[in-house]
């Protein structure tokens, strides 16, 4: 899977950014940069693949 950043704004202002194909801490670190520029985190959810570890997630994509 590619990695990407997703980032939608809302009619009301607020955006929302969503990382895609990260692994583990890497999704903060990847958008770290954007959440900074857009200003304060409101609200975070951590989707499943932040609970996995690299190696976990190269054996899946190996046939593992």
């Known amino acids: ?3 990407t ?3 939608t704004v809302l009619p ?3 955006t929302k950014v969503e990382t895609k194909g990260f692994v583990g801490t890497e999704c903060r670190q990847a958008s770290q940069f954007i959440e900074k520029a857009l200003g304060q985190q409101t609200d975070e ?3 499943a693949e932040f ?3 690299a190696s976990r997630q ?3 994509q190996e046939g593992g």
Request: net charge positive.
């Open 45 to 47: 959810v951590l989707k």
């Open 1 to 3: 899977m590619s990695k």
């Open 12 to 14: 009301n202002g607020q």
């Open 58 to 60: 190269q054996s899946v």
């Open 5 to 7: 950043i997703e980032i």
């Open 51 to 53: 609970h996995q570890s």
